[in-house]
């Protein structure tokens, strides 16, 4: 389950990434714990502030389980271990129908309308009872942390790219807090802008490589005329679109999902490698290449995620290992980069934060 739109791929970090540009602690991946899953259709997220306000989570046998994973702060820890802690309960068998529960007896029923208005809404217009319904949240994958490495213009490792917003990493460190991503995008969108400005002045306007964009044409043109009739967006095409991205959720919910190990992570790396063969094959003619760089952007991304958490062997922030459950300050009190070696593999490396 995910709060991001369809169109959320990771082009922008495979792009990049392809290009040559170094990308910097794509294990960091940050999973919003409350999502409404009762009653409600599309996204319906339970704003943090509601436990402060007195709301908690009761798991199947009806206990308060937040305590036992964080004595401090109970239900109103952060977004991390909530994540790990829901996650867990339903794991180890004390989930409710895919969650758990959110009791709502000791917090003023108002006060959470004042904090979640659109679930007070939904529920008034639909005629249900706060106060009586079974309310049930369960995690979803939310934001990534990592991503191309920018310095504070936006600009990249590669001379003429720039990049902003939550294709750019390492600003939020390994678990962003809550709401600094749209000022983030912002203030580092605008600077990026200025910055883009300034460089194409410098170097005359020189627009993207022509061979690059020759190179696509080419590929997905070579077939063209010679296939079956499809959608341009893979459906009824080679490309079985919607398997294929089934495929890369499972994957990578099996082994980069919200704990991780040793051997799902090793199996996340293998079943990536597949991916990617499997649906170049199916690749055909020039309908299916909208479906085909999507999901090999995907398949990319999926697999540098996959290899930069199986690289950093702790826990940490988003991060967690069931094999090193650990944070480890010694080795690595350090940003993971990932890029392109000379001949085109992927080139892991850690960088000591001083
Ligand atoms: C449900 C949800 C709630 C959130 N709530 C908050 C919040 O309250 N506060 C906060 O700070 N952050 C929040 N975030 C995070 C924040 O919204 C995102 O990090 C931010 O919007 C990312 O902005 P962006 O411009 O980098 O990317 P996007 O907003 O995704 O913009 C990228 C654009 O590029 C386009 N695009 C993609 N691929 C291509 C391509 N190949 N060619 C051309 N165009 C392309 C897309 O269509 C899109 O318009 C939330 C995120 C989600 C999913």
Same mark, same amino acid.
Do not use: C, W
């Given at each position: 389950m995910t709060s991001n739109p369809n169109d959320v791929t990771g082009d922008g970090l495979a792009l990049a990434y392809r290009a040559g540009a170094r990308l910097v602690d794509m294990e960091f991946m940050q999973f919003y714990p409350w999502r409404l899953i009762s009653y409600v259709t599309g996204r319906m997220p339970v704003q943090p502030s509601s436990f402060v306000a007195g709301a908690v989570l009761r798991n199947a046998d009806g206990e308060r389980f937040m305590p036992r994973y964080d004595p401090e702060r109970g239900?109103?820890?952060?977004?991390? &271990? @909530?994540?790990?802690?829901?996650?867990?309960? /339903?794991?180890?068998?004390?989930?409710?129908?895919?969650?758990?529960?959110?009791?709502?007896?000791?917090?003023?029923?108002? $006060?959470? /309308?004042?904090?979640?208005?659109?679930?007070?809404?939904?529920?008034?217009?639909? !005629?249900?009872?706060?106060?009586?319904?079974?309310? &049930?949240?369960?995690? $979803?994958?939310?934001?990534? #942390?990592? !991503?191309?490495? /920018?310095?504070?213009? !936006?600009?990249?490792?590669?001379? +003429?790219?720039?990049? =902003?917003?939550?294709?750019?990493?390492?600003?939020?460190g390994g678990n962003r807090l809550d709401s600094n991503a749209i000022p983030a995008g912002q203030v580092f969108g605008?600077?990026? +802008?200025? %910055?883009?400005?300034?460089?194409? =002045?410098a170097r005359g306007g020189a627009g993207p490589g022509q061979e690059a964009v020759s190179r696509w044409a080419s590929r997905f043109g070579r077939r =063209? +005329?010679?296939?079956?009739?499809?959608?341009?967006?893979? @459906?009824?095409?080679? &490309?079985?679109?919607?398997?294929?991205?089934?495929?890369?959720?499972?994957? #990578?919910?099996?082994?980069?999902? &919200?704990?991780?190990?040793?051997?799902?992570?090793? $199996?996340?790396?293998? !079943?990536?490698?597949?991916?990617? %063969?499997?649906?170049?094959?199916?690749?055909?003619?020039?309908?299916?290449?909208? =479906? %085909?760089?999507?999901?090999?952007? #995907?398949?990319?991304?999926?697999?540098?995620?996959?290899?930069? %958490?199986?690289?950093?062997? $702790?826990?940490?922030?988003?991060?967690?290992?069931d094999d090193y459950p650990v944070r480890d300050d010694a080795h690595w009190f350090a940003n993971v980069y990932a890029c392109q070696d000379a001949d085109g593999q992927m080139a892991l490396t850690k960088e000591r934060i001083e």
């Open positions: 239900d109103a820890t952060t977004r991390d &271990i @909530a994540a790990r802690a829901i996650y867990t309960e /339903i794991l180890e068998g004390r989930g409710v129908h895919g969650g758990v529960r959110l009791d709502l007896s000791q917090a003023p029923l108002e $006060e959470f /309308i004042r904090l979640n208005p659109r679930v007070g809404r939904y529920f008034s217009d639909h !005629g249900l009872d706060l106060a009586t319904a079974e309310l &049930i949240l369960a995690p $979803e994958a939310h934001f990534l #942390m990592g !991503g191309v490495v /920018i310095d504070e213009n !936006g600009r990249t490792s590669l001379p +003429g790219l720039l990049a =902003a917003g939550e294709v750019s990493g390492g600003s939020d605008r600077r990026a +802008g200025l %910055a883009a400005a300034a460089d194409a =002045a =063209a +005329g010679q296939r079956a009739p499809g959608s341009p967006n893979g @459906a009824g095409s080679g &490309i079985d679109r919607k398997d294929i991205k089934r495929r890369i959720n499972d994957l #990578m919910l099996r082994a980069a999902g &919200i704990r991780r190990d040793g051997a799902r992570l090793a $199996e996340g790396v293998r !079943g990536a490698a597949i991916l990617e %063969a499997d649906y170049l094959a199916s690749a055909d003619g020039p309908r299916d290449a909208l =479906a %085909a760089i999507e999901l090999e952007n #995907m398949a990319l991304v999926a697999s540098i995620v996959v290899r930069a %958490a199986e690289f950093r062997t $702790e826990s940490r922030a988003a991060h967690y290992r």
